[in-house]
């Protein structure tokens, strides 16, 4: 198991966002957290990156806890986020965002006096990721300039950077034009894929996403585990679908998609 | 490039064609040049402004005076290296403290300590002088001893020339420090200290090396003002001369590297030439700023930019017509 949530509570004053939430993840296991809105998924990508602590449960990270870490030692440990609004540094190009990230995976922050120009290394990584994120030809644009789907991945591609453990990705499409999210996705897991990133876990409101890429899915519902299983499994699920999706006729949708889904990985 | 060759020529030129007075004005240019790259380095790289770095200048100058009117140690590489060190020092201690903070927050905070040191100094009389100060005695440099030569010979010229290395010195450590791995990380910080976090750069930490390098340059400016005042007192440290800092860091321009450097001249010169005819050059520099902060956000070096970018667009399309 990589990242445990054992019995997760979080208070939003009165209000009880996460209700004793227990979820494991597997190493190499695609797994999207679904939910209508206010379920608590955000909640709980943030009690597992440490932006929240929990008020009771744990987090384990590889059998040790984690849970009220800082960010700086989660990204250490192998812990990367992105966050559902886009997040960019608007004041620098697409190569010096990359770069920020190559430099704090190779421990290099500190170095006060030596040429980031002449770091090979750091070039080069930063380099091999915005060629697996089709970014190569905006590399010394500002990243205040790009369109919306060339920051989503920006924000994410900086993270993967880090090249971490397990990544969570919160809304990785959100804001994005409909016929831009499915290039996305698979930019981002053909990316992972190249980079040795195996485990994923990302909310996700786009159940064409969901069931198209997702080895498991969990759904969230007034703080709690909804249900935990296959695409397979949930797409057959009336209270998840009715509850998340909110129309019954979304059966035969994600059963089209499972069924094309099948008919791409044979 | 080509201005850097310009401004260097003019700096060595300077003392042998301009008036001995002026010479001796520019000095204060190479003291407070070499603040405010340190300023810059918290105001425009790490998105932290300053209100009292009057401190660190106050700490480096006060070093001076003690060192050369209490111990009689005249040696100008000593001092500055004791101005840096205890800049360093304050700048690490009073850092802890602010660097917790942001915006308005760490402006007051860094205010509060100038204010604070800025007592100590009234306070303390039998040590620092109070409100009378201390007077400096002129230096050695490199070992020379050159009390012989007349006040004004020796700062429009060895002064002069001392304080141009140190000044390009100074300059060129922080060009090397923005422009390295720390450096883009502390934009980073600027720019989304939340994102920044999440790419696992330490936010606080950096921070707080950025105040200490930011109060060392700041110092090590204040103990090369020192000499050329010839006195320190507790005005050195006051508020309005933090002010007059960040106001040289917005007349240059400080998102541009060189633009406080351009500030620091244009208002040292300007000063001279305003209070020259009323003592109210403050209202004059008041009405000045709220023009630039209204019309010239970027600062000179933005006017700069615009002019030479459209003289380019139009030797541009003048080629293309021909």
């Known amino acids: 198991m990589i990242l445990e949530a054992r019995d997760i509570k979080r208070f939003y004053g009165g209000f009880c966002a996460l209700d004793g939430v227990s979820l494991s993840i597997r190493e190499g296991e695609f797994v999207s957290v679904i939910g209508p809105n206010g379920a608590g998924k955000t909640t709980l990508i943030n009690v597992l990156t440490g932006f ?184 057959g699920n009336e209270d998840v679908i009715c509850t998340v999706v909110g129309k019954k006729e979304c059966f035969q949708t994600f059963q089209t998609i499972l069924e094309a889904r099948k008919a791409t990985e044979q | 490039m080509l201005l850097g060759i310009g401004f260097l020529l003019a700096a060595v030129v300077w003392p042998f064609v301009g008036k001995e ?65 205890l800049s360093g020092l304050v700048a690490f201690l009073t850092g802890l403290i602010c660097v917790r903070y942001i915006k308005i927050y760490f402006a007051m905070l860094t205010l509060a300590f100038g204010m604070l040191f800025h007592s100590f100094l009234m306070k303390t009389y039998a040590l620092t002088g109070g409100d009378e100060g201390m007077h400096v005695t002129q230096p050695k440099l490199l070992s020379m001893d050159l009390s012989q030569m007349d006040k004004m010979s020796f700062f429009s010229g060895p002064y002069y020339f001392y304080s141009l290395v140190l000044f390009l010195a100074a300059a060129f450590l922080m060009w090397r420090i923005v422009h390295s791995h720390f450096g883009l990380s502390l934009q980073a910080i600027r720019d989304n200290p939340d994102k920044a976090e999440y790419l696992g750069v330490s936010i606080r930490r950096y921070r707080l090396y950025a105040f200490v390098i930011s109060g060392c340059f700041a110092g090590l400016g204040g103990a090369l003002m020192a000499p050329v005042t010839g006195h320190m007192d507790p005005a050195m440290v006051f508020w309005t001369h933090s002010g007059d800092m960040v106001f040289m860091a917005l007349l240059g321009g400080f998102s541009n590297f060189f633009g406080p450097m351009l500030g620091s001249l244009v208002f040292i010169f300007l000063r001279d030439a305003v209070s020259s005819f009323t003592e109210y050059w403050r209202f004059i520099f008041g009405a000045l700023l709220a023009a630039l902060v209204i019309l010239a956000p970027g600062g000179l070096m933005g006017l700069l930019g615009r002019a030479w970018a459209s003289l380019a667009g139009a030797r541009g399309s003048g080629e293309q017509a021909t």
């Open chain 1, 52 to 235: 929240l602590k929990p008020d009771e449960g744990s987090v384990l990270f590889q059998g040790r806890d984690i849970a009220g870490k800082s960010p700086e030692e989660l990204t250490r440990l192998g812990i990367a986020r992105s966050f559902q609004l886009v997040h960019v540094f608007p004041g620098l190009t697409v190569l010096e965002t990359l770069q920020v990230a190559v430099i704090s995976r190779l421990g290099r922050g500190t170095k006060w006096l030596a040429r980031l120009a002449s770091d090979r290394e750091v070039m080069k990584e930063a380099m091999e990721v915005a060629e697996l994120f089709g970014l190569t030809p905006v590399l010394n644009q500002s990243s205040s300039g790009l369109p919306q789907g060339a920051k989503k991945l920006l924000d994410v591609a900086s993270a993967f950077a880090l090249r971490p453990r397990i990544i969570l990705l919160d809304e990785p499409t959100s804001g994005v034009s409909t016929a831009d999210k499915n290039r996305i996705m698979r930019t981002m897991v053909d990316a992972a894929q190249k980079m040795g990133i195996r485990t994923i876990l990302q909310v996700e409101h786009d159940m064409d996403i969901v069931f198209s890429y997702s080895d498991r899915i969990v759904a969230v519902h007034q703080g709690r585990i909804l249900a935990d299983g296959s695409p397979e499994e949930l797409q």
């Open chain 2, 21 to 85: 007075y002026q010479v001796y004005l520019s000095l204060s240019f190479f003291s407070y040049s070499i603040a405010l790259l340190g300023l810059n380095l918290l105001f425009n790289y790490t998105g932290l402004i300053s209100f009292g770095h009057a401190l660190f200048l106050g700490i480096g100058g006060y070093t001076a005076a003690f060192m050369t009117h209490k111990y009689s140690i005249l040696s100008m590489e000593l001092i500055m290296v004791v101005a840096v060190l």
